[in-house]
Nanobody
Framework: QVQLVESGGGLVQAGDSLRLSCAAS????????MGWFRQAPGKEREFVAV????????FYADSVKGRFTVSRENAKNTVYLQMNSLKPEDTAVYFC???????????????????WGQGTQVTVSS
């Protein structure tokens, strides 16, 4: 069982930066793929970024490539999402998620993740 707690959301202006953090419980943090997702009002939850275990490969949604960076510190059981050049369309609740099972390829659908945080609101004003 993994418990996840996000922090770092807030209200910013377009072009600003934010860094989200996700603290995880448990002793086997390094054995999980750690992902970030977001959900805007009236929309489905969508993949944002992932930092995979064992090698540390990262993947991003096209909409955030070049602006967002995912990182993790296994010693602190924490994953981060650095968000730069924020846009109003980035406004959403951001969720951290963990996946223990191995899913090959670039399948990062929300249903493949097992554990979720409560979410943190990010609002970008124009």
């Amino acid at each position: 069982q993994v418990q996840l707690v996000e922090s770092g959301g807030g209200l910013v202006q377009a072009g600003d930066s934010l860094r989200l953090s996700c603290a995880a419980s448990g002793r086997t943090f390094s054995s999980y793929d750690m992902g970030w997702f977001r959900q805007a009002p009236g929309k489905e939850r969508e993949f944002v970024a992932v930092f995979r275990r064992n090698g540390g490969s990262t993947f991003y949604a096209d909409s955030v490539k070049g602006r967002f960076t995912v990182s993790r510190e296994n010693a602190k059981n924490t994953v981060y999402l650095q968000m730069n050049s924020l846009k109003p369309e980035d406004t959403a609740v951001y969720f951290c998620a963990a996946r223990g099972r191995w899913v090959p390829g670039e399948d990062f659908r929300p249903g493949t993740f097992d554990y979720w945080g409560q979410g943190t609101q990010v609002t970008v004003s124009s």
